[in-house]
């Protein structure tokens, strides 16, 4: 029996088999997934055919659309916000102190471009991870006379900066996949960048020149979803076809109700010859402008009928409002995240959406931003401080991770009834079932700052002679 027909013979046995005892509707070609054709190719591959174009049309959403403007601005808020602050885990006061204070004078100089601080970096990180899948920083060591407290700088580079297409293999055994050099043992040893953005025509360099730069360099900043994935995935991906139709559609409708708003009345004649020139004014002008709301004198036996111009309807509403649940979902943002529409939104609802939505952005601080981004430059900043005579920490070497300690804090969340999760924090406070250096962290804050500054304050109360009145809001008594 031929090759191919034995391959058919098999194909339809292993199918009826499949039916017959219970199998998996989803692996089975019958008449509802017929036309469902997935793709088998691995995840690297998908991004390296699709994830160019995936970026730029997210890249022009972001500026032609407000959804998906509102959008990555709300992400970056909540994700970064102020700033994701480290708090250092040295034991000794003073030293740490010190610490935290020339990190403190650091973070203003920390961006190589001189546009933002290190906070604004980590915001800037955010909204590239949410926009294309990924960021790049590199690290870039100063001189002494540069004049920095810290000579250290980080550089942002974006997704388009390493070539989804620069495979090769090496010499040395070493093999490039999508722009990234991998030793003999899948070890990252480099990343390949090109000189200049492939799309900015303003810089005059060599188009598709590249740059080899040391691993330890280079952060590579991603959120991958498949294992063994190399490079990012925009965030917009699952909602592109939505967004872009949805803005079409928008467009149109808007468009066809100003077109058909323009047109008050016709003026409707008799049947006679046309004189041409009995339709314009002293200048030449129709003596009818398509303008909003403007009538014309008519002449004998001419009379005039009011356009009706069509309504939506009234399921425009509803629609808009499934089609933009249906993106939110694929963003991973609350519907009111997205379009800042409140109407729907009660104290319940609003609570529990952003529970689950702050769930969300809590495992990609700590997974990704802090993981792979802060601990980073705080590990490359300590070194650099310590070698540059900036900081003074005995036994370094001995001791570098005991100096590496640190708990990086974000932002507190705000509530809708802050009163409410006060007393209730109070009385957590007050029960035992969380510290103070606890719930000070949540809120963004070091306990140990905090309470030298209330000591302060203290003090510089009692000397003044200032008396401010100290409450405590009363917690809801346990039934």
Known sequence: MKPKLMATLRRKVGAMIGGVVGGFDGGLSKRRLKTFHASRAHVNTLIQAAGADMTARAR??????????????????????????????????VLKDRVQRLWLRWTDESDAEGLTDFYGQQRRAARELFIAGEVFFRIRPRRPEDGLSVPLQLQMLPAEMLPLNHNQALDNGHRIRQGIEFDRIGRRVAYHFLRRHPGDITDPGLAGETVRVPAESVLHIVDPVDAGQLRGVSRFSPALVKLFLLDQYDDAELDRKKVAAMFVGFVRRPERELDNTADRDD??????????????????????????????????????????????????????NLTADMLKANYSNTRAALLEFRRRI???????????????????WMDMAVVSGQLALPDYEQRRADYLDCNWLPPRWDWVDPLKDIRAETLAIQSGFKSRTQAIGERGFDAAMVDAEIASDRDREARLGLAFTRCVPPATPLH
């Open 283 to 336: 200048q030449g002008e129709p003596l009818l402008p398509l303008e909003p709301g403007q009538l014309q004198m008519l002449d004998d036996g001419e009379y005039i009928t009011f356009s009706t111009p069509a309504d939506v309807g009234g399921n425009y509403e509803s629609f808009q409002y499934r089609t933009l649940l249906q993106v939110a979902a694929a963003l991973g943002l609350p519907y009111a």
């Open 362 to 380: 809590e495992s990609f601080q700590h997974s990704v931003i802090v993981y792979q981004m802060c601990r980073a430059v705080w590990a490359r």
């Open 60 to 93: 022009y959403l972001i500026r032609n659309n407000g959804y998906a403007a509102n959008a990555v601005e709300s992400w970056a808020g909540n994700a970064v916000g102020t700033g994701i602050k480290p708090s250092s885990g040295i034991t000794d006061a």
